[in-house]
């Protein structure tokens, strides 16, 4: 023991295991400190009792000796941090040359093991950028497949490991599927098996066992994981179908079997969690599973499947010369609006297509229809209407062979469409009458009261909103709270709750789509330019009755003012609109409860009862 160690231990001024540790921390030796980081040892004063450390950002550190002991942690010459410290020029030179060897290093310094965070930390960004080292993981990865010392990991946080022996690579895949216990696990090592096949002799025994375990865990989990169980039936048939000349055992199952039990629905759904680079695959075993009427669901999957399962079996009809048979399909869902959006959207991505006869007015009804009854679903998916309004020439290319009177039915559809915004409404309008100028004329015509301008006072105005902001942000919501309430209850079908609650959800998109629409309309006034010289908005005009001779007081004001107790209504109302006009003397025939009365334009003067509006 240190001269000086031993006086301090046998003065009582050192703990005798501390004396262990100091023995080993001289000069010149690097440690690490769990708050300070990596340091190297300056120099030891027992006289003073103390060490002196250089740590990274912390230069001349002072700590006693007991604590330097106790909270030190020596480290070897070849640590990664000594490297990186000492030599970083090299340390980044050789991930250049060597990247399997920083690798190795690295994980020596972790004690055989370091996730990708922890090499991250050691490299970034003193020998490498984070751009580059991204790159780099990329290399170094694939250096570490050809060098049998390394276990890469499957998962992210799943840690690199270094073996004390090599192995093949293939013996690594072929382990790590026998580990999986997931079918997830097990989809995994099976894509790395057939990425990597190439690593197995032709014929290897194992490729034997690794197709009859695919087929033991699919069926498996074929009743409650069945995408997964498929996935697994649909890697092992890629093996077999390699270069490796290894055959499925007898009577394992097929991905035909699979399919069989699977109804309409559950097939779709199914085909639409497998992976995509699988979904062909599974598809070209439907004749297989369903014999000379396989078509008849392929079809079904054309038509209630998600986008990507659309697109593969419509693909897989027309190679096998159903297309007709597809088209007259895809021609009745569209006439009876039974089409999925899924398959809109599909058939209006590929308008230019094989089925482009069908790509016109009857499809833009059609998508316009299935927008409307998105509008009654609790979760909406809104990519059938982002691409009808987001593909600037979708909308022009459907009605590009339109008619007349097809044009003012798609207008009109699209004036009342629940489905849009006010300013959508008048973006698709928009689109069409730039291309068409003179439809102008028809639109206007078409839309009739619904074009034209609200007048209305401020105050009925903000009311308006207000009302709208109500039933936006705390009717419609509180609403879809009681649907899904209704729905924890059981059987839909006699499920009164239910019934109610989708119905009030009906009145309120109704109210709220004729809420935008009005809105939209709106033009707000004061009624400080109201002309008196004849009845008009804003005037509050007296009347005599030529059969009576009694007078009476209306006060014309706008479209949503109206107040019959104090003589107040709206300019739309019938009898405003047979007052609106008339002079001073002037004779009009005004309805009432009894009928209608003639009178006599008394006097036109600015309205008494104007709104008010107060601000806030």
């Known amino acids: 023991m240190n001269p000086e160690i031993q006086k301090a231990v046998e003065a009582g001024k050192l703990p005798r295991t501390a004396a262990a540790a100091l023995e080993k921390i001289n000069p010149g030796v690097f440690v ?186 699919a069926l498996k989990g074929q009743r409650l994981q069945p995408a997964d169980a498929l996935t697994l039936l649909l890697f092992r048939d890629e093996i077999v179908e390699s270069d490796r000349k290894v055959a499925a055992p007898e009577n394992a199952p097929t991905v035909a079997s699979f399919l069989i039990p699977f109804d309409r629905q559950m097939l779709a759904d199914v085909l639409d969690e497998i992976p995509a680079s699988k979904l062909r695959r599974a598809i070209a075993a439907l004749p297989e599973a369903f014999g000379e009427n396989w078509h008849l669901r392929a079809i079904d999957l054309v038509l209630r499947g998600s986008t990507r399962v659309v697109g593969e079996a419509a693909r897989f009809l027309q190679e096998k010369g159903f297309t007709e048979a597809l088209r007259n399909a895809l021609s009745q869902a569209i006439a009876e609006h039974s089409i999925s959006d899924k398959t809109l959207q599909w058939l209006a991505r590929e308008r230019s297509g094989e089925f482009r006869d069908l790509a016109g007015v009857r499809l833009l009804t059609a998508i316009i229809a299935a927008l409307e009854r998105q509008q009654l679903s609790e979760k909406r998916d809104r990519k059938l209407q982002d691409l009808l309004l987001g593909d600037k020439d979708l909308l022009l290319d459907l009605i590009d062979d339109a008619s007349p009177e097809e044009m003012r039915e798609v207008m009109r559809r699209i004036l009342l469409a629940t489905a849009f915004e006010e300013l959508n409404k008048r973006s698709l309008l928009g689109r069409i009458i730039r291309e068409y100028p003179d439809l102008q004329s028809m639109v206007s015509a078409d839309s009739g009261e619904s074009e034209e301008s609200l007048t209305v006072s401020w105050p009925s105005l903000e009311k308006r909103k207000a009302e709208y902001e109500d039933l936006v942000s705390k009717k419609i919501p509180e609403n879809v709270k009681e649907i899904s309430v209704a729905r924890s209850y059981g059987d839909l079908r006699e499920n009164f709750e239910y019934k109610a609650a989708k119905e009030m959800q009906r009145v309120l998109q109704r109210r709220r789509a004729e809420m935008e629409r009005d809105l939209g309309r709106a033009r707000g006034t004061d009624f400080s330019n109201t002309d008196t010289s004849k009845v008009g908005i804003g005037t509050q005009v007296t009347l005599r009755n030529v059969a009576t001779g009694s007078t009476e007081s209306y006060h014309i004001l706008g479209a949503w003012d109206g107040d019959p107790d104090r003589h107040i209504i709206s300019y739309q109302t019938a009898i405003a609109q047979a007052l609106i006009g008339s002079k001073p003397g002037d004779q009009a025939t005004i309805p009432t409860e009894s009928g209608e009365s003639t009178v006599v334009v008394v006097l036109v003067e600015l309205s008494s009862e104007i709104p008010v509006a107060v601000s806030q």
């Open 32 to 217: 690490t400190h769990k708050s300070w980081g990596f340091g190297k040892v300056d120099s030891v004063n027992f006289l003073l009792g103390q060490i002196t450390i250089d740590f990274t950002g912390k230069k001349g550190h002072a700590m006693q000796l007991q604590y330097a002991a106790e909270s030190l942690s020596v480290i070897p010459d070849d640590h990664v941090l000594v490297h990186r410290s000492e030599n970083p020029s090299g340390l980044r030179e050789r991930t250049g040359s060597d990247p399997a060897g920083v690798v190795r290093q690295i994980l020596k310094s972790f004690g055989g093991k370091a996730t990708l965070a922890q090499i991250t930390q050691m490299l970034v960004p003193e020998i490498l950028s984070e751009t580059d080292f991204k790159r780099w993981i990329t290399t170094a990865k694939n250096a570490l497949k050809k060098d049998g010392h390394f276990v890469i990991p499957l998962k992210k946080n799943d840690p690199f490991e270094l073996r004390e022996s090599a192995i093949s690579h293939a013996d690594e895949f072929f382990g790590a599927l026998q580990r999986a216990r997931q079918l997830r696990d097990q989809i995994a090592a099976l894509d790395l098996i057939l990425k990597n096949l190439s690593e197995f002799e032709v014929s290897d025994p194992r490729l034997a066992q690794i197709l009859a375990l695919t087929g033991q865990e």
